[in-house]
C-alpha cells in the first residue's frame, strides 16, 4: 500500500473512530439524562395525582357492579381530570385487577383483569414497598413510546398507574440518525482533507525520490530544485547540498587520477633511466650511486603514494588528548634538519609548562611537519610557536618567504592546488583534513600580520584541556 493511501486510511480512520466515539457518548449521556428525568415525572405525577384527594379507603371496597357508586364515579371524574397530562389512569388492587379507571366503566368493570401491568410486576412491587416507581420506556400499539409510572396510595397496597408519553426517545433516535450521517460526511471530509495532506507531502517526496535515483545514476547536472515546507525544504536543500558535494568529490577524484598519473609517470622515468646506466655502468662507485638514486626516487614515490592515501582515506573523528610540546619538538627535529641541509634556521618557542589540546601526536606531528616542510621549500627562516589563546591551543609556522600569491590565498587549502614545481599539491589538504577531523581549524594569516608583509604564516588551532587528566602524560 502506498505511503498516500495508508495515510488517507489512517486518518479517516482516526476521524472516524473519533466521531463516532465522541457521537455514542453524547447520545448516551443524553438518552439517561432523558430517561431519569421522565423516570422522575412519572413517578412525580403519579404521587402528584395520589395526593390530590385519592384514598385508598373509598376505593378499596369496591366490589364488581358498584361502577355507578359515588366512590367510583367521583373517583373516575379525578382520574380523567389526569389525561391532560397523560394517556390513561389506573387505580389498581393489590392483585393489579382494575378498581376505578380513566375509562367507561362498561370499557373496564371493577376487577377487570389487565394483562398489560404483567410485564411490570417488579416495578408495582417496588412501589408498594418504597411509594413510587416508574417502568422501562416501551413502544404501543399506536408505535409511539410511553413509560409508567406507579404511586400507592395510603393503605401501601392501592396503586395509581398512570400511562405517560415518551417522545423524546423519537428524538434520541433522530439524533442517532443525525450523528451517523454526521459521522459519515466527517469521514468523506476527512478522506478528501486527507488526500489532499498526504499529495502535499507525497508528491515531494516523490519528485526527491526520483532526484536520489537521478543523483545515483550519475546525472549530476541538473540542480534540486527547492520544496515547499519547512521538513520536506530542509530535505530538498540537503539533497542540493550532496549533489554538489558529489560534484566535488568526483572533481577531486578526476583531478586526484590524474595528479597520481602524473606524479608517477616521473619517478617511473626517473627510475628506468637509473636502472638502464646502472645495467650499463662498469665503475661500481658510479653503480653504486644511481642504485642510490634508485632508492631516492622509490622513497619519493612511496611518500607520494603515502600523500595520496592520506588524502582518500576518511579519517574518523579523534579523542585523543596529547601536550603539544612533545610531537611538536619531534617535527621540528625532523625539519631543522632538512632546512638546515639548505642553509635555513628552524626557530622553536614552546612554553614551559604542558600545553594539552584535544589532539592525537601523531596527527599533530604529522600536521606540523607538513607545515614546516611546506615554509622549508620557499623559506630560509622558519619559526615555530605554540601558546594558548583566548581558550584554544594555537599553533603557528611563519617564514620569509615570498609568501602566498593573492590568487592562490582563497583557494590554499584545496587539493592539487599549489603554486610549486615538486608536488602533488595535497599537503595543505592534509592538514586542513586532519585538523578538522579533530574538531579543530587551520587558517592563513593576512598578508598585513606578516612581518612587513612578507612571507606566510599559517594557524592551527585546537580544543585545549585546562585540567588535564591523570592518564595522560606530559613531555617535558
Known sequence: MSLRRRFVLAFTTFVVLLTAAGAYLAWRFAADALEAELDEKAAWVARAAAATGLQASLVAGLQPGLESSSAWTSTHYRLRELLFVVREAYILSPDNTALVTSFPADSIPIGTPLPQFDLHRPQLEEARRIGYSSSDAFVGSDGRFYKWGFAALEDGETVLAVLMPADYLLRLDELRRNMILGAVVAALLAAILAGLMATGVVRPLERLSRVALRIQRGHL?????????????????????????????????????????????????????????????EDPEERARLLRRIREEVAALNEIISDFLTFARPLPRSREVADVRGPLREAAELAAAELEEKGGVLDVSLPDEPLMARVGEE??????????????????????????????????????????????????????????????????????????????????????????????????????????????????
Open 221 to 281: 547536472e541538473e540542480e534540486v530544485a527547492e520544496e515547499p515546507g519547512e521538513e520536506v525544504g530542509r530535505l530538498s536543500r540537503a539533497m542540493e547540498r550532496m549533489r554538489q558535494g558529489i560534484l566535488e568529490r568526483d572533481e577531486q577524484l578526476r583531478l586526484m587520477l590524474a595528479q597520481v598519473a602524473h606524479e608517477i609517470r616521473n619517478p617511473l622515468g626517473g627510475l628506468e633511466l637509473f636502472a638502464s646506466a646502472a645495467e650499463a655502468a
Open 363 to 476: 596527527h599533530l606531528k604529522r600536521v606540523t611537519l607538513n607545515l614546516l616542510r611546506n615554509a622549508a621549500q620557499v623559506a630560509r627562516r622558519v619559526c615555530l610557536e605554540a601558546s594558548l589563546h583566548r581558550g584554544e591551543v594555537c599553533i603557528r609556522v611563519s617564514d620569509d618567504g615570498p609568501g602566498v600569491s593573492p590568487e592562490l590565498r582563497d583557494r590554499i587549502f584545496e587539493p592539487f592546488v599549489t603554486d610549486k614545481q615538486q608536488g602533488a599539491g595535497l599537503g595543505l589538504a592534509i592538514v586542513r583534513k586532519i585538523v578538522e577531523a579533530h574538531g579543530g581549524r587551520v587558517e592563513l594569516a593576512d598578508a598585513e600580520e606578516t612581518d612587513g608583509g612578507r612571507g606566510a604564516e599559517f594557524r592551527v588551532y585546537f580544543g585545549s584541556l585546562d585540567d588535564p587528566p591523570d592518564t595522560v602524560s606530559t613531555s617535558p
